[in-house]
């Protein structure tokens, strides 16, 4: 008598298209690197906060520097349906940008919402949110 296993996985499961940011925001030829991530508990989110070059050299520290770009991807969590106890990123939230001058003397803000990432016009916060992605400490990498 002969059997076999046979993978039953359908492999568009694989993709988590929920987390997904949107093609045309193009955030793969920005050159990212990550720089560090985090877990809010209490509301169920997870991010990771990217940056450019520059944003790697200045991470953590006091003060900004020329050309500094950094990212801070936010999702949702979920159960990890593949691995018992994990959780990993559901519905993507949002994407913020902090963004310095060729001097470093100019900083902007921008909060980009939901799956498709609409640019929030909602900016009253921005300051404090521009602390706590500068307050950010790197990762510790191997």
């Known amino acids: 008598m002969l059997t076999a296993c046979t993978n039953t996985t359908n492999n568009s499961t694989l993709v988590n298209d929920a987390a997904s940011l949107p093609s045309s925001f193009n955030f793969g030829k920005m ?17 990771t906060l990217y940056g450019n070059e520059p944003a790697l050299k200045a991470a953590g ?43 470093g003397s100019s900083i902007s803000y921008q909060k ?22 500068f307050d950010q400490k790197p990762s510790v990498m191997p």
Do not use: C
């Open 31 to 47: 050159g990212f690197k990550v720089i560090t991530s985090t877990i809010n508990k209490k509301l169920g989110t997870m991010s």
């Open 61 to 103: 520290t006091d003060s900004a520097i020329a050309g500094e770009v950094f990212a801070l991807v936010t999702w949702k969590q979920q159960a990890d349906d593949h691995w018992f106890g994990a959780k990993i990123p559901a519905n993507l939230l949002s994407v913020e940008y902090v963004k310095t001058d060729e001097t």
């Open 112 to 133: 980009f919402t939901g799956k498709n990432l609409v640019l929030s016009a909602d900016t009253s916060n921005s300051q404090a949110r521009i602390k706590y992605i």
